[in-house]
């Protein structure tokens, strides 16, 4: 969360934004020729090569993290999972690991802030080898490290871009972990002014372990009506008004 927030005020952000912009234009509005796409594609293979066999499901342990005794601070589950550990695998082993965490963020706030690029990411008629030259592209206008390239070009080459997003949900979370972060979302009907926020992180770190560092999400959720919804870890606390309504309701069904 503080990567992100830090990101968003880098004062570079408006230029590389405008070269983003330009990149998309071209993507969705060139035909690309087979040659470049072959080309675009060879690319992906030869520097994707290491994440992208250590991202397909089903292959031994080793053959996903290697034989350097490098393993994801925790273990996640599903696909998605499985492609997010690798990244997370071969960031750190490239020293990139924050630097692929920003850049991944940077290039889903120009898919959810462009409509166009959003669909050309995520429209399965479009052939792989043209996402794979599209995305060429614009990354290259981004000055990615190689390794969130060589990330995007093997969700392309796999069919998994529409994916990216619940892919990077368990990056952020491998990277927490790295850091001894917990992540805790708290909703409230509206925002809490700073004296409040301070006494739901200093009630909140009750929750945490020797070494542990909280890391805040804050959510707006009229709804509620008042109170607190609180997941931290593995628990979940609904103390919203809301939820007292219901209990209420369900109190006087039962006594009818």
């Known amino acids: 969360?503080?990567?992100?927030?830090?990101?968003?005020?880098?004062?570079?952000?408006?230029?590389?934004?405008?070269?983003?912009?330009?990149?998309?234009?071209?993507?969705?509005?060139?035909?690309?020729?087979?040659?470049?796409?072959?080309?675009?594609?060879?690319?992906?293979?030869?520097?994707?090569?290491?994440?992208?066999?250590?991202?397909?499901?089903?292959?031994?342990?080793?053959?996903?993290?290697?034989?350097?005794?490098?393993?994801?601070?925790?273990?996640?589950?599903?696909?998605?999972?499985?492609?997010?550990?690798?990244?997370?695998?071969?960031?750190?082993?490239?020293g990139t690991d924050a630097k692929v965490e920003q850049e991944i963020a940077q290039v889903l706030r120009v898919k959810s802030e462009n409509a166009t690029f959003s669909r050309f990411l995520d429209d399965p008629t479009v052939a792989k080898t043209k996402k794979v030259a599209g995305l060429k592209d614009l990354l290259s206008e981004m000055q990615l490290t190689d390794t969130t390239k060589n990330f995007f070009y093997v969700l392309a080459d796999n069919a998994r871009l529409p994916e990216v997003s619940k892919v990077y949900e368990n990056y952020l979370t491998l990277m927490r972990a790295s850091r001894g972060e917990v992540l805790a979302t708290i909703t409230s009907a509206e925002a809490l002014d700073p004296e409040e926020s301070q006494e739901v992180e200093e009630a909140l770190g009750t929750f945490l372990e020797p070494g542990e560092k909280l890391s805040l999400e804050k959510k707006i959720d009229p709804t509620i009506i008042g109170g607190l919804v609180v997941d931290i870890g593995d628990k979940h606390l609904d103390l919203s008004i809301n939820s007292r309504i219901q209990k209420m309701e369900q109190i006087l069904r039962e006594s009818a």
Do not use: I
């Open 1 to 94: 969360v503080k990567s992100l927030a830090a990101m968003a005020s880098m004062a570079s952000v408006g230029s590389v934004r405008g070269a983003v912009w330009r990149a998309v234009g071209r993507v969705v509005r060139a035909e690309q020729g087979a040659g470049a796409c072959v080309a675009a594609q060879g690319t992906a293979g030869t520097h994707g090569k290491g994440f992208a066999s250590a991202a397909q499901a089903g292959g031994p342990r080793d053959e996903l993290f290697g034989d350097d005794g490098l393993r994801p601070p925790v273990k996640l589950f599903g696909n998605q999972a499985r492609y997010a550990s690798a990244l997370w695998v071969a960031a750190k082993r490239a």
